[in-house]
């Protein structure tokens, strides 16, 4: 049983949680809503995050997101797949050289030299449970929790085959309540995603968004077919990497929606990245400034909510 601890701000005022929502390169809006919630004055207390909000809250609570805003910023198509550590061992990539490369550069050792509480989710394999990680080394807890099922390996940590957290909890507000915030600030990604990257055309099939080239050549080369296959009856099939990025963001958006309604925050910041495919990591530019405009959007709301009226 988790024992919620006991936080209380200098000036009396709620404790505030930030919920950082999974959504692969879509996260990276994530650094774009810190930048604006910053500019607007707001701190958070506490840190939760699933996948991508995993990564860039650890980032964030080590005092290092500016230097990852450039960093990503920075990436094109090449770098990406410069990053990709091919497996085929529980997943097309083991995701080791990304995560040492964020370990050296954004984020602290551990949990314990954060500057404000931080935790993140992952997925027990074997029975479907979720896992809170919140202490240990900061690197292991955020590759189990981008752990994408097909894509990332999974990662042994404590006996346990842990995969991407937001096959339980894409955007754990419980998480940031069980661990003290008096109001819960929550970043969602999966608005409008499903349709977008897969739509349905009457006159010739499936057809596909213009997307992830890279992953397609990237999934052809290890013999995985990336691209559409043609049916006898004459109908176009979706590729692999299709279905797979569809079926997860169906997967996601349900699970979010179902998670939230019951255990709703206080405020919900949604970012409109529903063009961004999944694995589109070299897009950052559009995807930061897609979380400052949404953090505008919501200003008033966020004022009402911190008494700023």
Same mark, same amino acid.
Request: glycine share 12%; aromatic share 4%; proline share 5%.
């Given at each position: 049983?988790?024992?919620?601890?006991?936080l209380?701000?200098?000036?009396?005022?709620?404790?505030i949680?930030?919920?950082?929502?999974?959504?692969?390169?879509?996260?990276?809006?994530?650094?774009?809503?810190?930048?604006?919630?910053?500019?607007?004055?707001?701190?958070?207390?506490?840190?939760?995050?699933? #996948?991508?909000?995993a990564?860039? =809250? +650890?980032?964030? %609570?080590s005092?290092?997101?500016?230097?990852? $805003?450039?960093?990503? /910023?920075?990436?094109?198509?090449?770098?990406?797949?410069?990053?990709?550590?091919?497996?085929?061992k529980?997943g097309?990539?083991?995701?080791?050289?990304?995560?040492?490369?964020?370990?050296q550069?954004f984020?602290?050792?551990?949990?314990?030299?954060?500057?404000?509480?931080?935790?993140?989710?992952?997925?027990?394999?074997?029975?479907?449970?979720?896992?809170?990680?919140?202490?240990?080394?900061m690197?292991?807890?955020?590759?189990?929790?981008i752990?994408?099922?097909?894509l990332?390996?999974?990662?042994?940590?404590?006996?346990?085959?842990?995969?991407d957290g937001?096959?339980?909890?894409?955007?754990?507000? #419980?998480?940031?309540?069980?661990? =003290? +915030?008096?109001? %819960?600030?929550a970043?969602?990604?999966?608005? $409008?995603?499903?349709? /977008?990257?897969?739509?349905?055309?009457?006159?010739?099939?499936?057809?596909?968004?213009?997307?992830?080239?890279?992953v397609?050549?990237?999934?052809?080369?290890?013999g995985?077919?990336?691209?559409?296959?043609?049916?006898?009856?004459g109908?176009?099939?979706?590729?692999l990497?299709?279905?797979?990025?569809?079926s997860?963001?169906?997967?996601q958006?349900?699970?979010?929606?179902?998670?939230m309604?019951?255990?709703?925050?206080?405020?919900?910041?949604?970012?409109?990245?529903?063009?961004?495919?999944?694995m589109?990591?070299?897009?950052?530019?559009?995807?930061?400034?897609?979380g400052?405009?949404?953090?505008k959007?919501?200003?008033?709301l966020?004022?009402?909510?911190?008494?700023?009226?």
């Amino acid at each position: 049983m988790y024992e919620q601890p006991v936080l209380a701000r200098s000036d009396g005022g709620p404790v505030i949680g930030l919920v950082l929502g999974s959504g692969a390169a879509r996260g990276w809006s994530h650094i774009g809503v810190l930048d604006a919630l910053a500019a607007e004055g707001v701190k958070p207390d506490i840190v939760c995050g699933s #996948s991508i909000g995993a990564l860039v =809250g +650890a980032a964030y %609570v080590s005092g290092k997101l500016e230097p990852l $805003g450039n960093w990503v /910023r920075s990436l094109d198509w090449q770098d990406v797949v410069a990053m990709l550590d091919i497996s085929l061992k529980g997943g097309l990539i083991r995701g080791d050289r990304v995560v040492q490369h964020c370990a050296q550069n954004f984020f602290v050792p551990t949990f314990s030299e954060t500057s404000q509480p931080f935790a993140c989710v992952a997925t027990e394999l074997s029975t479907g449970r979720e896992i809170w990680l919140r202490d240990g080394t900061m690197a292991d807890a955020v590759r189990a929790s981008i752990g994408l099922p097909g894509l990332f390996s999974p990662v042994l940590r404590g006996g346990r085959v842990l995969v991407d957290g937001g096959l339980v909890n894409p955007v754990p507000v #419980s998480l940031a309540r069980a661990m =003290g +915030a008096d109001l %819960v600030i929550a970043v969602e990604l999966g608005s $409008g995603v499903v349709g /977008r990257t897969l739509r349905k055309n009457h006159a010739s099939g499936f057809e596909l968004m213009p997307d992830n080239g890279w992953v397609r050549k990237l999934l052809a080369t290890v013999g995985l077919g990336a691209d559409s296959a043609k049916l006898g009856d004459g109908s176009d099939m979706p590729s692999l990497a299709d279905v797979v990025t569809t079926s997860i963001n169906i997967m996601q958006m349900r699970i979010a929606r179902s998670r939230m309604a019951g255990e709703p925050a206080d405020l919900l910041i949604s970012p409109r990245v529903a063009h961004l495919n999944m694995m589109e990591f070299d897009r950052a530019e559009d995807a930061i400034k897609e979380g400052v405009a949404a953090v505008k959007r919501v200003k008033p709301l966020l004022h009402q909510l911190l008494g700023r009226e």
